[in-house]
């Protein structure tokens, strides 16, 4: 009986996202999996513990689709078979939709490895149905606090993800060194822990000391963290009075960030370097690929598959995704905190060419308190001299924003309609130009259903 519910509901969930998908209705990424969980509770822990090698989880705040999406094309590019929920749909309904959609009629998955993107407030949810090989860490940023509460509080729920995990097998936990609150997990499994950094940080043609939002880091015993050198955010080589201070990486890396590109040279230990270069812009992008890289090297992927996986890698919708539109060159990136905005924030101050679209909703997946804006650092473009139309739910408050940050009122056009303000952006942009357009994450999913029009 309980094979047949599988199959029934593997049909069921695949009949649904073709239908949707047919039906031009949305991307197909939770409802299936919602109806495959009712039918059969269990279907995601049979399907993903057939994995044959590893099962590998990327969490944190920022970057975990990019940072999933880098691993996925390393590891097609080593030519695993790779199970992934690319779209970026990382709670259980999402992990199951793309697990149950990978695998075939007959209830089986055949995947070498499964790489999957959980958001953090559902990753101990996640691990009691399955038992990661490895789990990634990314940053930890205030967002969306009506959902996950102060920063201590995401951390502790990543910890005791690690922690019910190893009561079944303990995992490999990957951590960005540069991040105190992140360097931080796993303090039960110092074994099991590998760390990944930054040594130097170079911008090429923008402004390096750029002011943003800044988390409050503090040391374990009460203090707040000093810094030798602060990236962004909280995101640095930071130390303690007490002894405390970063960790040495066994990944490390140097990087030269350009407005659209960056350059890492990669400095493992005890193994020859190498150099990479991704087509993408922001530090934040050249960390997504540094710790896709340090997980690659913990598999024993050969740099050769690395540099051709990430060279081949293609953008997830609204990831640093560059489209055409009406001959128009477009870049589209989420943006849903305060750090996160002002990292893509000073990408676009430093492109002369650069035209500006702010879409921002409060639905419950942005989060319903938009007071984030505030602690972004919109001041950047206090220099824009062009037309900035704002649009989406609260594209008053954005506009409300924009003005306070120094752009002149008649510069700022309100359209709520997210499809009219798209249209009037495209016709603001010369040829010559490029539109970056900025939706928070619900914004972005209904830019998406207004693209297909485009096509």
């Known amino acids: 009986m309980k094979k047949i519910s599988y199959i029934f509901s593997i049909l069921i969930t695949k009949m649904l996202v073709r239908l949707i ?62 199970v992934h929920n690319r779209h970026g749909a990382n ?68 910890e005791l993800a690690i922690n019910n995990s190893s009561q079944k097998k303990i995992p490999k936990i990957i951590l960005n060194a540069d991040d105190p609150l992140v360097s931080a997990l796993g303090e039960n499994y110092p074994e099991n822990r590998v760390y990944y950094g930054f040594n130097e940080v170079n911008f090429i043609n923008q402004e390096e000391n750029i002011v943003g939002s800044q988390e409050t880091a503090n040391c374990k015993c009460k203090s707040k963290f000093n810094y030798e050198k602060l990236f962004y955010g909280h995101i640095g080589h930071f130390y303690c009075s007490c002894g405390n201070k970063r960790p040495e990486p066994k990944i490390s890396a140097n990087v030269e960030i350009n407005v659209n590109s960056s350059k890492l040279v990669i400095n493992p230990d005890n193994n020859q370097g190498f150099e990479i270069n991704i087509n993408m812009p922001g530090l934040y992008n050249a960390y997504n690929a540094l710790s896709a890289i340090t997980m690659a090297l913990e598999l024993g992927i050969s740099i050769n598959n690395i540099t051709e996986g990430l060279k081949n890698y293609s953008t997830v919708f609204g990831r640093a995704e560059k489209l055409k539109l009406n001959h128009k060159e477009v870049l589209i990136q989420l943006i849903k905190n305060p750090i996160g905005a002002t990292e893509v924030l000073r990408t676009v101050k430093d492109d002369i060419n650069g035209v500006l679209l702010i879409i921002i909703n409060d639905n419950y997946a942005d989060g319903r308190d938009v007071s984030w804006l505030w602690d972004a650092n919109f001041e950047l473009l206090a220099s824009y001299n062009k037309t900035v139309i704002v649009s989406g739910i609260r594209a008053s408050d954005m506009a409300v924003r924009l003005k306070h940050a120094g752009i002149k009122a008649e510069n700022i056009i309100i359209i709520e309609d997210i499809s009219k303000a798209l249209q009037k952006s495209l016709l603001n942009t010369k040829e010559s130009e490029k539109l970056y357009i900025l939706p928070t994450y619900t914004a972005l999913l209904a830019l998406q259903k207004i693209l297909r029009s485009y096509y």
């Open 91 to 158: 709670m259980l309904t999402g992990l199951t939709t793309a697990v149950v959609n990978e695998s075939n009629i007959l209830g089986e998955l055949i995947a070498d490895n499964c790489v999957l993107e959980i958001d953090e407030a559902y990753l101990p949810k996640a691990v009691e149905e399955f038992t990661p090989d490895i789990i990634l860490v990314t940053n930890l940023f205030r967002d969306q606090l009506d959902r996950y509460g102060e920063l201590n509080s995401t951390a502790k729920k990543i």
């Open 21 to 82: 998908k047919f039906s031009k209705s949305g991307a197909g990424t939770n409802l299936p999996g919602k109806i495959a969980r009712k039918i059969s509770p269990d279907i995601l822990s049979y399907l993903v513990k057939q994995t044959k090698k590893e099962i590998l989880v990327v969490t944190g705040t920022n970057g975990k689709t990019t940072t999933s999406g880098f691993i996925a094309g390393i590891l097609e590019n080593d030519r695993r078979k790779t």
